[in-house]
């Protein structure tokens, strides 16, 4: 059974790019949700997709997007970065419908705005 | 989701119980305790959760008060590997539930240093 993997491990960006993170969910997983995690903070939510829709959004702005595939995996896309939004990006998965709720996350892409 | 309340940070001995206590005055009746850890640089990683009734599995006990107004995460035999960052949290559980309810809400939680 495959975990979550994210990709890239680690990025630069300048202020003012785009960046785009990848997520394959756990092998069986209908479900991914993102977050954020800035240094010396816990994980915060960003948003959450099944069923190729977006399904729950945390307080982040319409410049945090995402997508969902047909085979579940899943794309976050920041635009316009800020210097702000240097953080660890965590990418969880999980089945909608079944399990205890429990949520299997990835090692996370390293975000470092200049 | 209910808020919790942890210390900041606990020490403890190499091959001695860890326990990690939780406050979570607010929390509702359908709402269960989930406790997660993070190692340095890791992503987080589930240990347990429970509604109202003491649990137990290969990795950690946790024992709700009768109030549910506080809990306690029990490591029996903390090792190095055990350092790490513990969440506790509190959300609505259950099968078929909205997105909403998949959220977790995680706050500073508590760093465990285990020493040798």
């Given amino acids: 059974e ?7 491990t680690h990025l630069i960006k300048t202020r003012g ?17 993102w977050y954020q995690q800035a240094l010396g903070q816990g994980p915060q939510f960003i948003f959450q997709y099944y069923r190729e829709e977006e399904n729950g959004r945390g307080n982040f702005p319409p410049r945090f ?40 996350f990835g090692e996370g892409s390293r975000l470092t705005v200049l | 989701d209910a808020k919790t309340t942890q210390p900041t940070s606990m020490d403890c001995a190499e091959g001695r119980a860890a326990n990690l206590p939780c406050n979570h005055s607010t929390i509702s009746g359908n709402e269960y305790v989930y406790w997660y850890r993070q190692i340095h640089s890791q992503g987080p990683q589930y240990i347990i959760h ?67």
């Fill in chain 1, 17 to 33: 790019q785009q960046v785009t993170l990848r997520c394959s969910s756990q092998s069986g997983h209908n479900t991914v949700s």
């Fill in chain 2, 50 to 116: 429970g509604l109202k009734n003491n649990e137990t599995n290969e990795m950690a006990s946790l024992i709700i008060t009768e109030d549910r107004k506080s809990s306690t995460l029990i490591l029996p035999h903390a090792t190095l590997r055990d350092t790490a960052v513990y969440y506790c949290i509190v959300r609505v559980g259950g099968l078929n539930s909205g997105g909403s309810n998949y959220k977790l809400t995680f706050g500073k939680g508590t760093l465990l240093t285990v020493n040798p």
């Fill in chain 1, 2 to 8: 495959t975990g979550v993997t994210q990709s890239p």
């Fill in chain 1, 65 to 104: 997007s995402g997508l969902q595939f047909p085979n579940y995996s899943s794309e976050l896309n920041v635009n316009a970065l800020e210097l702000d939004d240097s953080a660890l990006y965590l990418c969880a998965s999980n089945v909608r419908g079944a399990g205890t709720g429990e949520l299997f």
